[in-house]
């Protein structure tokens, strides 16, 4: 079984900068997609970014260009850098592994909250 854990969520004023981490536990296998999902309260879940091993990426247009995801194999840990926040990036950010291939399913972390004061 796998386990996330995500830190690094807070109180941020708008054009300020936050940097997410994910750190992923009990895998024996090197995940090939990882990724940030982000909801904000009344609306659907969203993708944030993605990365795969190979380090390949995929955002979402509107973060595009102001936040950056990155992910050390080794440690297994996922990382989303986040500049020049908007109050519209206020959400709780959700940091998710794809375990399917061995375990027939994704991960998911408890999700760790951002607010972003206008």
């Known amino acids: 079984q796998v386990r996330l854990v995500e830190s690094g969520g807070g109180l941020v004023q708008a054009g300020g900068s936050l940097r997410l981490s994910c750190a992923a536990s009990g895998t024996i296998f090197l995940p090939n997609l990882m990724g940030w999902y982000r909801q904000a309260p009344g609306k659907q879940r969203e993708l944030v970014a993605t990365i795969t091993s190979a380090i390949r990426t995929n955002y979402a247009g509107s973060v595009k260009g102001r936040f950056t995801i990155s992910r050390d194999n080794l440690e297994n840990t996922v990382y989303l850098q986040m500049n020049s926040l908007k109050p519209e990036d206020t959400a709780v950010y959700y940091c998710?592994?794809?375990?399917?291939?061995?375990?027939?399913?994704?991960?998911w972390g408890q999700g760790t909250q951002v607010t972003v004061s206008a």
């Open positions: 998710t592994l794809d375990g399917s291939r061995w375990y027939g399913r994704e991960f």
